[in-house]
């Protein structure tokens, strides 16, 4: 495991335990399924299903046909899971793009917040 994939890995196993203490939260997701890439620029990049809740399948490489996308590289990823770079400085300089519908964005920006 590369120091980015622990990152990530970190973040799910928060995000799990927020899910488990947070029944609204559970509530909101309880239909959604989206396929979520991560797209390291610079290498194959990272995947999950968020389904009903539940993180699955989390996998190096992207899933063909995702509703979410993040784009960075791997280094911008790194500085955004140490906080040394903020997610709102790094959408305004074009470090992080993503693709995704308004309301998938709003709620990613809930999970993480």
């Known amino acids: 495991m590369d120091e980015l994939e ?3 890995a970190n973040a799910i196993e928060k995000f799990r ?3 488990a203490e947070d029944k609204e939260l559970q ?3 309880a239909t959604e399924v989206r396929h979520v890439n991560v797209d390291t620029t610079d ?3 990272f995947s999950f299903i968020l389904d009903k809740g539940e993180i699955k399948n989390f996998r190096r ?3 063909d046909a995702a509703e979410i996308t993040l784009h960075a590289t791997t280094q911008d990823f790194k500085l955004l899971f140490t906080g040394e770079l903020k997610p709102m400085k790094a959408w305004a300089t074009k470090r992080l793009k993503f693709d995704a519908s308004l309301d998938d964005v709003m ?4 999970l993480i917040g």
Request: hydrophobic share 20%; charged share 45%.
């Open 6 to 8: 622990g990152y990530i």
């Open 17 to 19: 335990k927020k899910i």
């Open 107 to 110: 709620k990613l920006k809930k």
């Open 27 to 29: 509530k909101e997701l």
């Open 43 to 45: 290498n194959e990049g």
């Open 61 to 63: 490489g992207k899933h």
